[in-house]
């Protein structure tokens, strides 16, 4: 063993933090130990109330009986199956249970173990589905300013957060961005989708136009950024996109990674916004976040088009060691049970009209600028210090959790997720917490 381990069992050093101040957070650390329903509880015991579902991801909320006894059990019975040319019963049932609440003609499901491999395997199974069908030429990829994808190197292409793209090098080539869709100045203080820029979808036109729509393989937005700062979409907008994917034949991929499992009221966004598309990306919300699982759902258009050639041939030469694996399978059905027989989503849209006035009562409140909401989601966006962006959200952060409040902080955006149960007294609490915050913050 190495001998400074025996000597500082708790060093913070090793462990370099994803995301993270590193050197903030060492300096005072803030630490989970334990965690109930709506709550988390510090390493001084203390009791945190969860306005973020963890990472946008624990939509029922912690340490629910059902999810942890169905994990208990599967790494007894089936600790691991082969992922590749073996199989086992719970990976099959929970794709077919998975299907029973996509938008229709969403058929087939792909797995993976986080969002960012979703995207990557939405990403090829769009340009292989072009290749396989003879349509080799469609290579390029479509993003937008301000999208988030995920961290591996499709994601980040097609991804428009210029602060994770811009340390790593040329990324995919082929890959161009339509605009994004924020507008405080015309859809200041929005509930739901925005009033203005629908025209924007014809952005879209425009570089297919520049490129010609026979070279575009798909177009991947998320129907609600999320980590960007929850920017919703105007009205009409991700039908309009959706209608000029199909005159071009482009596929249309929704990343819904956040949007999906009740976080807006229905089970996907493409169920709120009335859009079906192509290839849907699901993680998070999929196991409650507990195990680390994805899933990419495509059309059986898509499927179809892999299966021919010799039957004994690998159809699509990509999957994971532990795509399915048996343990995030159980605690996916577990978790899908517990959002039916709980009513999750129906609460979560009963709620988004509670949501929505509760978070906009913030306006007016010291230092803030704008406030969107959708489903159960918020943001209220802060005026940044000057000379110091990022500061004044990041301060309003540390207190809120001192406070007992935990909330998740984009650029001077303030994101705000709960657990699909918290009730309309801890909604209360959200806000008058962080009523309080601001008003003292600098
Ligand atoms: C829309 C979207 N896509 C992809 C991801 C990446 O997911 P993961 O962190 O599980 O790789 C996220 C994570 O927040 C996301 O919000």
Same mark, same amino acid.
């Given at each position: 063993?190495?001998?400074?381990?025996?000597?500082?069992?708790?060093?913070?050093?090793?462990?370099?933090?994803?995301?993270?101040?590193?050197?903030?957070?060492?300096?005072?650390?803030?630490?989970?130990?334990?965690?109930?329903?709506?709550?988390?509880?510090?390493?001084?015991?203390?009791?945190?109330?969860?306005?973020?579902?963890?990472?946008?991801?624990?939509?029922?909320?912690?340490?629910?009986?059902?999810?942890?006894?169905?994990?208990?059990?599967?790494?007894?019975?089936?600790?691991?199956?082969?992922?590749?040319?073996?199989?086992?019963?719970?990976?099959?049932?929970?794709?077919?249970?998975?299907?029973?609440?996509?938008?229709?003609?969403?058929?087939?499901?792909?797995?993976?173990?986080?969002?960012?491999?979703?995207?990557?395997?939405?990403?090829?199974?769009?340009?292989?589905?072009?290749?396989?069908?003879?349509?080799?030429?469609?290579?390029?990829?479509?993003?937008?300013?301000?999208?988030?994808?995920?961290?591996?190197? #499709?994601? $980040?292409?097609? %991804?428009?957060?210029?602060?994770?793209? *811009?340390?790593?090098?040329?990324?995919? @080539? &082929?890959?161009? /961005?339509?605009?994004?869709?924020?507008?405080?100045?015309?859809?200041?203080?929005?509930?739901?989708?925005?009033?203005?820029?629908?025209?924007?979808?014809?952005?879209?036109?425009?570089?297919?136009?520049?490129?010609?729509?026979?070279?575009?393989?798909?177009?991947?937005?998320?129907?609600?950024?999320?980590?960007?700062?929850?920017?919703?979409?105007?009205?009409?907008?991700?039908?309009?996109?959706?209608?000029?994917?199909?005159?071009?034949?482009?596929?249309?991929?929704?990343?819904?990674?956040?949007?999906?499992?009740?976080?807006?009221?229905?089970?996907?966004?493409?169920?709120?916004?009335?859009?079906?598309?192509?290839?849907?990306?699901?993680?998070?919300?999929?196991?409650? #976040?507990? $195990?680390?699982? %994805?899933?990419?759902?495509?059309?059986? *258009?898509?499927?179809?088009?892999?299966? @021919? &050639?010799?039957? /004994?041939?690998?159809?699509?030469?990509?999957?994971?060691?532990?795509?399915?694996?048996?343990?995030?399978?159980?605690?996916?059905?577990?978790?899908?049970?517990?959002?039916?027989?709980?009513?999750?989503?129906?609460?979560?849209?009963?709620?988004?009209?509670?949501?929505?006035?509760?978070?906009?009562?913030?306006?007016?409140?010291?230092?803030?600028?704008?406030?969107?909401?959708?489903?159960?989601?918020?943001?209220?966006?802060?005026?940044?210090?000057?000379?110091?962006?990022?500061?004044?959200?990041?301060?309003?952060?540390?207190?809120?959790?001192?406070?007992?409040?935990?909330?998740?902080?984009?650029?001077?955006?303030?994101?705000?997720?709960?657990?699909?149960?918290?009730?309309?007294?801890?909604?209360?609490?959200?806000?008058?917490?962080?009523?309080?915050?601001?008003?003292?913050?600098?």
């Amino acid at each position: 063993m190495n001998e400074q381990a025996r000597i500082v069992p708790n060093n913070l050093e090793a462990f370099w933090m994803p995301f993270s101040a590193n050197r903030q957070f060492k300096q005072a650390p803030r630490m989970f130990v334990g965690a109930k329903d709506m709550h988390y509880v510090t390493a001084d015991g203390r009791r945190v109330l969860d306005g973020t579902a963890g990472l946008w991801c624990v939509n029922a909320g912690h340490c629910r009986p059902k999810i942890t006894e169905a994990i208990q059990r599967q790494a007894a019975e089936l600790d691991y199956a082969p992922a590749f040319q073996m199989g086992h019963p719970k990976a099959f049932e929970l794709a077919s249970r998975l299907t029973t609440i996509a938008p229709e003609g969403l058929d087939h499901v792909f797995f993976t173990n986080s969002g960012s491999e979703s995207v990557e395997t939405a990403l090829k199974i769009a340009l292989a589905y072009h290749r396989a069908k003879g349509d080799g030429a469609r290579f390029r990829l479509i993003g937008r300013e301000r999208g988030y994808h995920g961290v591996n190197f #499709g994601g $980040i292409s097609v %991804g428009g957060i210029v602060g994770n793209r *811009k340390m790593f090098g040329t990324l995919l @080539t &082929g890959v161009d /961005h339509m605009r994004h869709t924020h507008d405080p100045e015309r859809n200041g203080y929005s509930k739901g989708a925005t009033e203005h820029g629908v025209e924007l979808a014809e952005d879209l036109v425009r570089i297919a136009a520049l490129h010609d729509p026979s070279t575009i393989a798909a177009v991947i937005v998320e129907p609600v950024a999320g980590s960007t700062g929850v920017l919703p979409p105007p009205k009409g907008y991700l039908k309009r996109l959706r209608e000029i994917c199909d005159q071009h034949g482009i596929l249309l991929i929704f990343d819904e990674v956040i949007t999906g499992y009740g976080r807006m009221g229905t089970a996907f966004a493409a169920d709120y916004f009335g859009v079906t598309p192509d290839i849907m990306i699901t993680a998070k919300g999929l196991t409650n #976040g507990v $195990i680390p699982m %994805g899933a990419v759902f495509a059309s059986a *258009k898509i499927y179809d088009a892999f299966m @021919t &050639g010799p039957e /004994h041939l690998i159809e699509f030469a990509h999957g994971y060691t532990y795509s399915g694996n048996p343990i995030a399978a159980a605690a996916g059905l577990a978790t899908l049970e517990t959002y039916l027989e709980e009513g999750l989503f129906e609460r979560a849209k009963a709620l988004e009209p509670v949501w929505a006035d509760a978070i906009h009562s913030l306006k007016g409140t010291r230092h803030v600028t704008d406030i969107r909401t959708i489903g159960l989601i918020g943001a209220i966006e802060l005026e940044s210090m000057a000379g110091a962006p990022t500061k004044r959200a990041f301060s309003a952060f540390v207190k809120a959790f001192e406070e007992g409040l935990l909330i998740r902080t984009t650029g001077d955006i303030i994101a705000l997720s709960p657990p699909l149960m918290v009730s309309e007294a801890q909604i209360g609490e959200i806000v008058d917490t962080l009523k309080g915050i601001l008003q003292g913050l600098e």
